[in-house]
């Protein structure tokens, strides 16, 4: 499983960098703040929304620890999907910054 840290994240889109992020949290974990510019679709959500995820592309999968966006990074590959990174820590860390 590729991963990314929320700093390299961070420092990445400091630096101008277009990214892919999707938010995999629930609907009342993300009102309460997403990285700027990542698309949020609740993990639950994934299978429904596949044609919102590009396919062979860097998409940063993000969650509150790391674990949800890990399950979803997992059934993402099983579809066939690559480029898949999972941003470790997840936005508990990412807060932290």
């Known amino acids: 499983?590729?991963?990314?840290?929320?700093q390299e994240v961070k420092q990445r889109l400091e630096n101008g960098e277009k990214l892919t992020i999707i938010d995999v949290r629930e609907q009342e974990e993300v009102a309460l703040g997403m990285i700027p510019g990542a698309k949020h679709i609740p993990l639950?959500?994934?299978?429904q929304r596949l044609d919102e995820i590009p396919q062979h592309s860097e998409t940063i999968l993000v969650c509150r620890s790391s674990n949800r966006s890990g399950r979803a990074l997992e059934y993402l590959e099983a579809q066939g999907f690559t480029g898949l990174v999972n941003m470790t820590g997840g936005?508990?860390?990412?807060e932290q910054l």
């Not at 499983?1 to 929320?6: G, R, S």
């Not at 639950?44 to 299978?47: G, H, L, N, S, Y």
């Open 91 to 94: 936005m508990l860390e990412w």
């Open 1 to 6: 499983m590729h991963t990314i840290t929320p």
């Open 44 to 47: 639950m959500e994934i299978p």
